[in-house]
């Protein structure tokens, strides 16, 4: 049985905070404001996941109104999307991600946040894939407020 699910997340670049993408810590001037480490790429790969699963959404599993979550790591937010992908006998096929940045440039960090996701997700490295694109300047991206990102996940049945 092979399941997809789509993933989509955004948070809004702010002062004071850092640049978490893929669990790794970006230096730049700006980091990404919400009530986790607002890692929009993790984000968005637990909403895939969940979508797969058809488990809702990750608000729903880490509410901003549990204190629980105020700063959690978004990796083991993961950890636990993935704990129950397993119990619902699922494991992650492939998973494609992008995301959505006008700066700074991410190139350089791609593959780390490849093998951080590999790694949670407990799969070989070929199975991730990490991109990133810009929007030429158009948009809330491309006006440098915030950042988004994409997933597209597929399970198979373990």
Partial sequence: MLRI???????????GRPLILGGVTIPYIKGLRGYSDADVLTHA??????????????????PDSDPAY???????LLKRVVAL???????????DTT??????KLTQYLNDMKMNLSSV???DAHVVNVKATT?????????E????????VTLTRI
């Fill in 45 to 62: 790969v637990i909403d895939s996941i969940l979508g797969a699963l058809g488990k809702g959404d990750i608000g729903q599993h880490f």
């Fill in 145 to 152: 407020e915030g950042l988004a990102a994409y997933a597209v």
């Fill in 121 to 123: 997700l407990g799969v």
């Fill in 99 to 104: 995301i959505v940045a006008q700066k700074p």
């Fill in 85 to 95: 992908a397993r119990d619902e006998k699922f494991i992650v096929n492939n998973l």
């Fill in 70 to 76: 105020k700063g959690a790591d978004s990796l083991f």
């Fill in 5 to 15: 699910g789509f993933g989509y997340d955004v948070h809004e670049l702010a002062e």
């Fill in 135 to 143: 929007t030429e300047g158009l948009g809330f991206c491309g006006r």
